[in-house]
């Protein structure tokens, strides 16, 4: 047989609930007593005290962050900026537009350029096209004030043009011209414009490339061009480019790019043209060259013949052309043409078209002798040409 145990007596539900509730309070005794004791009364068990919240300015707190201090480089770009964006201006360009039922005429926007004040008396630099198609234009100075602008000048062969606004002297800071002639590949350059219409941009850069080509909007080669990376994006054209002094250096003109927005390769014309072209066209309404007293064959002509040069149509009587002998196209026997002289190079410089002969004289004066290379026939001769004073007046 089995031994005998006892089976245990079941426990009634109230029983049960108050043993765990003598249990619970015996539980909170019992740490309430060793919170009281302390550390002593527990020396089996280390505790570390939680540290105290550090308080700003307390010893061990973290130090506040320092203000950023600006570097001396963005001192002077700020400083450039400041001075010399008051002279940046914003032109639009209007066209007039006729309603075909009631012949009215309004005019609408028809595009948006940059361009600089050149004196306190209203003139106004920009490029020549942004001007062009444009039947009425407005200038809004850097105050926000816009005013009516007429057009005083226009070089297409340089790019550049002139309009004139009516504003007080006191609204008119002028840039002051720097020496293009002086630039270094690498130097700092500054763009100012309205890129896109974002009036009062700046962009920077460096001088990227010297004595580039590029055509003008009447077809003929602006030289001594100054490439530079600081972004010219359109609205950009016409506005100023400046050297670290915030001297003008450039006028920026057009951009090389697949897209039609800045892709690092943008173009000024050079200061030093500026420099001689704004001043004829304030006064003359045209660039003033002296002139060689010839009248040009039309480009194809050449082109046609696979002759590289300006070929000679007519040479106007009594002119330093006409004293040095040099000829024009004529009629031979049986009422052939016979070509004349193809200027190849004055004073050295090469001359492969009619516009390059105008930038070949450049810089001369009326009166002043120059050596003109020509063929003739199957040779080269070289003869000495007084030039005459230019010809035309204002562009108005």
């Known amino acids: 047989m089995y031994p005998f145990q006892e089976a245990p007596l079941p426990m009634s539900r109230s029983s049960v609930v108050i043993v765990a509730l003598l249990t619970a309070?015996?539980?909170y005794w019992a740490g309430a007593h060793r919170s009281a004791a302390g550390p002593a009364a527990s020396p089996s068990v280390q505790t570390a005290a939680?540290?105290?919240p550090a308080q700003n300015g307390s010893r061990g707190a973290i130090p506040p962050q320092p203000q950023p201090q600006l570097q001396d480089l963005e001192k002077a770009t700020i400083a450039l900026f400041e001075?010399?964006?008051p002279a940046a201006v914003f032109i639009t360009s209007l066209a007039r537009q006729q309603d075909v039922f009631s012949l009215n005429e309004t005019q609408?926007?028809?595009?948006?350029g940059s361009g600089f004040i050149w004196d306190r008396q209203g003139h106004i630099v920009t490029n020549f096209h942004v001007l062009a198609g444009g039947d009425a234009f407005k200038v809004t100075l850097a105050d926000q004030s816009t005013w009516d602008a007429r057009p005083i000048g226009v070089a297409p062969e340089k790019d550049l043009a002139v309009l004139k606004i009516d504003a007080p002297a006191s609204k008119l800071p002028p840039l002051p011209l720097g020496n293009s002639e002086?630039?270094?590949?690498?130097q700092s350059v500054y763009a100012i414009g309205n890129p896109f219409g974002l009036d009062q941009s700046l962009t920077t850069g460096v001088v990227s490339a010297?004595?580039?080509?590029?055509?003008?909007?009447?077809?003929?080669?602006?030289r001594d061009v100054i490439q530079t990376d600081a972004a010219i994006n359109p609205g950009n054209s016409g506005g100023p480019l400046l050297d670290s002094a915030g001297r003008l250096v450039g006028v920026n003109t057009a951009i090389y790019s697949p897209s039609g927005a800045s892709s690092g390769v943008g173009f000024a014309i050079p200061g030093h043209d500026v420099a001689w072209v704004v001043p004829d066209l304030i006064r003359y309404g045209r660039v003033q060259r002296p002139t060689l007293g010839v009248e040009l064959a039309p480009e194809n002509w050449g082109q046609r013949l696979g002759i590289e040069g300006a070929v000679i149509?007519?040479?106007d009587r009594g002119t330093g052309a006409d004293k040095a002998g040099l000829q024009g196209i004529r009629r031979a026997a049986f009422g052939r043409v016979q070509?004349?002289?193809?200027?190849?190079?004055?004073?050295?410089q090469t001359v492969t078209s009619s516009g390059s002969l105008l930038v070949a004289l450049e810089g001369k004066k009326a009166g002043q002798t120059v050596r003109v290379g020509v063929l003739r026939g199957d040779h080269k001769v070289e003869v000495p040409v007084q030039l005459g004073g230019p010809s035309g007046g204002r562009a108005d």
């Open 313 to 315: 149509y007519r040479v």
């Open 182 to 186: 002086t630039l270094k590949v690498g």
């Open 108 to 112: 609408i926007p028809r595009g948006s």
């Open 25 to 27: 309070i015996g539980g």
């Open 339 to 348: 070509l004349g002289d193809v200027i190849l190079t004055v004073d050295g």
């Open 83 to 85: 001075h010399a964006s």
């Open 210 to 222: 010297l004595g580039r080509e590029i055509q003008s909007v009447g077809g003929a080669p602006i």
């Open 50 to 52: 939680a540290p105290a």
